[in-house]
T-cell receptor, first 111, second 116 residues
């Protein structure tokens, strides 16, 4: 559904560890999913996307997993670095091409 | 690397004034989207435009808000008679073309509107 959160959930990880950020989407008709990274004061930055005919896609240090059965999306970041600290949003794309954003998760990386 | 450009980056208006937000899409992109973001929240869709056409304005308030994407020049989001509740970050995104609803949208840096 639409994002209505007042407080972002936070994930704290140590530098070098792997991070997993989860997202539940609402519409089984959505066929395209994107993860965005948003740093403070900046616009969302594209990280990785996946289409509904796939269940896994890998990029550089990032992997997106899609489970259509339970309408769940996850972003895995390998060897998390301080520069990965940001808010991460999943987004689903529906008919009409508008993006529907999730609530967001704040990732904090500690040295 | 000319990505999506937005200006101004920060805009301060008093209640009742007009706000004009500009967006220049990535060169070659003919689809523009406007989103609004409140603090600690995700982005909410407002309007989707192609050159000279509004495709979907379902997320935009019916009153005081309007958007255009002329044949030449940037896309403009216009807010008339601003109220304090209009204070937010407004983001523009562009994509090259729709193809089965799976085209990536690239975002600009946003305009932060503050209404006093």
């Amino acid at each position: 559904g639409e994002s209505v959160g007042l407080h972002l959930p936070t994930l704290s990880v140590q530098e070098g560890d792997n991070s997993i950020i989860n997202c539940a989407y609402s519409n089984s008709a959505s066929d395209y999913f994107i993860w965005y990274k948003q740093e403070s004061g900046k616009g969302p930055q594209f990280i990785i996307d996946i289409r509904s005919n796939m269940d896994k896609r890998q990029g550089q240090r990032v992997t997106v997993l899609l489970n259509k059965t339970v309408k769940h999306l996850s972003l895995q970041i390998a060897a998390t670095q301080p520069g990965d600290s940001a808010v991460y949003f999943c987004a689903e794309k529906r008919w009409g091409d508008k993006l529907i954003f999730g609530t967001g998760t704040r990732l904090q990386v500690f040295p | 690397n000319a990505g999506v450009m937005q200006n101004p980056r920060h805009l301060v208006r008093r209640r009742g004034q007009e706000a004009r937000l500009r967006c220049s899409p990535v060169k070659g992109h003919s689809h523009v989207y406007w989103y609004r973001q409140l603090p600690e929240e995700g982005l909410k869709f407002m309007v989707y435009l192609q050159k000279e056409n509004i495709i979907d304005e379902s997320g935009m308030p019916k009153e005081r808000f309007s958007a255009e994407f002329p044949k030449e020049g940037p896309s403009i989001l216009r807010i008339q008679q601003v109220v304090r509740g209009d204070s937010a970050a407004y983001f523009c995104a562009s994509s090259p073309m729709t193809s089965g609803g799976s085209d990536t949208q690239y975002f600009g840096p946003g305009t932060r509107l503050t209404v006093l």
